[in-house]
């Protein structure tokens, strides 16, 4: 409890087990109600800090406490989806209301006391509190996070992860929505029109489209003249709040007030709503749900930046795009960042606790940060790509098809995972590893409507009942569950390792699967064709999946030339560089430029190569000095047991071991100064172009990464 006019503090109040996720005061500012993530409401004597009773009932965390105007009953929401009304005089339970299906994260009495308002998933309930059935219900299509009455009773307000929804006379309309943005922006919109109020920049970050297709979406701004209606309806939007983004990061402000409006009406329009989460809430949901680690976290971009000294003790810092550059938050000490992405993902999972632990991993326990075996998960650790990651979600999102190609272990599965994390941003995205399922069209069915029910489960807060019908009824069926909630985005299904649903089409005891991949994707190209419903996005090796059309005694291939095909070659020389110095920075390696030149001459950018390399060169983690003399000494240990060591393994059976035997035949013409035979190299050297594998460098003026 603190001295709001001196800042001083007057009393701490502790006997919580857990955080404390809620605090609300009573009419005569006497006594203070607690709820906390140990399940348990306690009250406290405010003048003396004594704890006054337990209420114990909730069988989950408490999320909301409220008072009623009288101050003679409080009531309380929590996860396990209940509210339940207590007597405030003497802490009795009076009744539970039930009805929601997710987390209850607000409640809040009107100022009669006779209503109850509560958010939950993407609800409103109202309640009176003598009935154990809601009154009324106003569904907002988005997780609701708090709601409140304004003076009147006539109209509340509810915070969503992306809005501020006003609804007014309770008619079950949310007559007007205040979307904040990024830098101070922000919209306010009225649904069911195209009337709209903005800041100045505000409407740069909205966008329409004149029916449901996919294409055609254009920037509100672009119709600014052409839709502007003199005298059309005015709403004055004065100022409401000053909202703190972060309790580190005070100079970080969204200010909703008056601006400059400009009133626009149309017809037949529907409207998008581009914006983010607010980062603070997510946060704080994160961090509370996660069990509320010691550490402190900041947002990120503040507008003071990074604090100048290092961190008592462990700093989370919050990022959306872009993230500061790892060398700023090397010098704080010890820091994580976490994006802002990844917490939406946790939030919406229900698993905060072990995102937090993998996230810390590499931070708190790892010696070696070069020693990565797994696909990278956090964009912390993912280097290149920017390119694909701009341009791909953008053409997934409007119904194209892409496919992904490159050896193995260039990084094909750490790019899927960080589209996945951009996609799931505005749709529902599956990603299935076919190395896990065995070639069965029904067993795939099975996985593809079991993914996107579980997607759907996170993002609705609540579970969708199993339908019966084929495949595509089922699969519609849950696109139309989607759609309810307003969106139109296609649903994105990503299949790493798709090689294994298209073997060798040469060969006889391979017509069965490939029967197989064709019924699958005959079956998903019409719901992508006919529905606009699904984009397909395919990662293997070869790019045979989209250019082979006559797949033998199976039939003609559904995917014939219908993907993107993007090639993964290896990274930039900055790319890699950056890699190397930014990620040894985290454990305070050093690389002098001649070390890290030298590097890349060895490795020519190849992502898992490099790490191996430097992994060797700073021994594991143990040496914090690297100069070029150690990454010679190092280079000469590995040509010396080429053979035996982790780099040579992979390249006998990840690169030489899957090409096809000309190709091989080939390569040892040409590493032996042989001129193959031209109508032979030609048609084989170009098929290892897009890889990275071919140097038109002649063989006389070649390095050691050229041979």
């Known amino acids: 409890m603190w001295?709001?006019?001196?800042?001083?503090?007057?009393?701490?109040?502790?006997?919580?087990?857990?955080?404390?996720?809620?605090?609300?005061?009573?009419?005569?500012?006497?006594?203070?109600?607690?709820?906390?993530?140990?399940?348990?409401?306690?009250?406290?004597?405010?003048?003396?800090?004594?704890?006054l009773r337990t209420l114990s009932g909730h069988s989950g965390p408490v999320e909301s406490v409220a008072w009623s105007g009288d101050g003679k009953t409080l009531a309380s929401g929590g996860d396990d989806k209940t509210i339940k009304l207590w007597d405030a005089t003497n802490g009795r339970f009076l009744r539970t209301l039930s009805g929601h299906t997710a987390a209850v994260n607000s409640v809040a009495w009107s100022g009669d006391g006779k209503t109850l308002a509560s958010g939950s998933g993407d609800t409103i309930k109202l309640w009176s509190p003598d009935q154990d059935t809601p009154v009324g219900e106003f569904d907002l299509g988005e997780p609701v996070i708090f709601v409140?009455?304004?003076?009147?009773?006539?109209?509340?307000?509810?915070?969503?992860?992306?809005?501020?929804?006003?609804?007014?006379?309770?008619?079950?309309?949310?007559?007007?929505s205040i979307t904040p943005f990024e830098g101070g922006e922000w919209l306010a919109v009225r649904p069911g029109h195209l009337n709209y109020a903005s800041s100045l920049q505000g409407d740069e970050h909205a966008a329409i489209r004149f029916d449901h297709r996919l294409r055609g979406l254009y920037p509100l701004s672009?119709?600014?003249?052409?839709?502007?209606?003199?005298?059309?309806?005015?709403?004055?939007?004065?100022?409401?709040?000053?909202?703190?983004?972060?309790?580190?990061?005070?100079?970080?402000?969204?200010?909703?007030?008056?601006?400059?409006?400009?009133?626009?009406?149309?017809?037949?329009?529907?409207?998008?709503r581009s914006s983010r989460p607010d980062p603070a809430a997510l946060a704080n949901a994160f961090f509370r749900k996660a069990g509320n680690p010691g550490g402190e976290w900041i947002l990120w971009p503040t507008k003071s930046g990074l604090p100048a000294r290092p961190a008592r003790g462990r700093i989370y810092i919050v990022f959306s795009d872009p993230a500061p550059s790892p060398s700023e938050m090397q010098k704080l000490g010890e820091a994580i960042p976490i994006s802002l992405a990844r917490i939406e993902r946790a939030i919406a999972e229900d698993n905060c606790g072990r995102t937090l632990a993998e996230i810390e991993e590499p931070f708190t326990?790892?010696?070696?940060?070069?020693?990565?075996?797994?696909?990278?998960r956090d964009e912390t650790w993912f280097y290149g790509r920017r390119e694909l990651l701009e341009r791909l979600p953008a053409a997934l999102r409007?119904?194209?098809?892409?496919?992904?190609?490159?050896?193995?272990?260039?990084?094909?599965?750490?790019?899927?995972?960080?589209?996945?994390?951009?996609?799931?941003?505005n749709t529902a995205v599956v990603l299935l590893d076919c190395q896990g399922y065995e070639a069965d069209t029904d067993v795939y069915f099975r996985a593809i409507l079991e993914g996107f029910r579980l997607e759907l489960k996170s993002r609705l807060g609540k579970p969708l009942p199993e339908t019966a019908g084929s495949f595509r009824e089922q699969f519609l069926a849950l696109r139309a569950s989607w759609q309810q909630t307003g969106s139109r985005e296609v649903f994105v299904l990503i299949l790493d390792e798709a090689d294994k649903l298209f073997p060798d089409r040469r060969k006889a005891e391979n017509v069965k699967p490939l029967a197989e991949a064709v019924r699958l994707f005959r079956?998903?190209?019409?719901?992508?064709?006919?529905?606009?419903?699904?984009?397909?996005?395919?990662?293997?090796?070869?790019?045979?999946?989209?250019?082979?059309?006559?797949?033998?005694?199976?039939?003609?291939?559904?995917?014939?030339?219908?993907?993107?095909?993007?090639?993964?070659?290896?990274?930039?020389?900055?790319?890699?560089k950056a890699m190397v110095r930014e990620i040894g920075g985290w454990k305070q390696?050093?690389?002098?430029?001649?070390?890290?030149?030298?590097?890349?001459?060895?490795?020519?950018?190849?992502?898992?190569?490099?790490?191996?390399f430097a992994s060797d060169a700073c021994e594991r983690g143990n040496r914090k000095q690297v100069d070029e003399s150690r990454v010679a000494e190092v280079a000469a240990a590995i040509e010396r047991d080429f053979r035996k060591h982790r780099i040579g393994v992979y390249?006998?059976?990840?690169?030489?071991?899957?090409?096809?035997?000309?190709?091989?035949?080939?390569?040892?013409?040409?590493?032996?100064?042989?001129?193959?035979?031209?109508?032979?190299?030609?048609?084989?050297?170009?098929?290892?172009?897009?890889y990275g594998h071919r140097d038109s460098t002649p063989p006389n003026r070649r390095s050691r990464r050229g041979r």
């Not at 007057?10 to 009419?27: D, E, I, K």
């Not at 397909?536 to 039939?555: F, I, S, T």
């Not at 050093?590 to 790490?611: F, Q």
């Open 365 to 376: 326990i790892r010696q070696d940060p070069y020693d990565e075996g797994v696909p990278v």
């Open 651 to 690: 390249f006998r059976e990840s690169i030489w071991g899957i090409l096809y035997p000309d190709e091989q035949e080939c390569l040892r013409q040409v590493a032996a100064g042989e001129a193959p035979m031209a109508d032979r190299a030609e048609a084989r050297t170009n098929r290892w172009q897009p």
């Open 222 to 272: 672009r119709y600014r003249g052409e839709l502007r209606v003199e005298g059309s309806l005015r709403v004055d939007v004065r100022p409401i709040f000053t909202y703190d983004l972060g309790r580190n990061a005070s100079d970080n402000r969204v200010l909703l007030g008056a601006g400059a409006f400009a009133w626009f009406a149309a017809v037949a329009l529907v409207f998008i």
């Open 523 to 576: 079956v998903l190209r019409a719901l992508a064709q006919e529905q606009e419903a699904v984009s397909l996005l395919l990662c293997a090796y070869r790019p045979d999946l989209n250019r082979q059309n006559l797949l033998g005694e199976a039939g003609e291939n559904p995917l014939h030339m219908s993907m993107q095909e993007n090639f993964l070659q290896f990274l930039t020389p900055d790319e890699a």
């Open 148 to 176: 409140g009455w304004n003076r009147s009773d006539q109209s509340i307000a509810a915070a969503t992860t992306t809005a501020i929804h006003i609804i007014e006379n309770l008619q079950g309309t949310a007559q007007l």
């Open 3 to 51: 001295d709001v006019s001196s800042g001083q503090l007057l009393r701490t109040l502790s006997g919580n087990s857990g955080s404390v996720n809620s605090v609300a005061w009573s009419p005569d500012g006497k006594t203070l109600a607690s709820g906390s993530l140990d399940h348990t409401i306690k009250m406290w004597d405010v003048s003396s800090g004594q704890l």
């Open 589 to 612: 390696i050093e690389w002098t430029d001649a070390a890290i030149d030298r590097t890349y001459d060895w490795c020519a950018g190849h992502p898992l190569v490099t790490r191996f």
């Open 398 to 425: 409007q119904g194209q098809h892409a496919g992904i190609f490159g050896i193995r272990k260039v990084g094909k599965t750490s790019l899927l995972n960080q589209l996945r994390d951009r996609l799931l941003r």
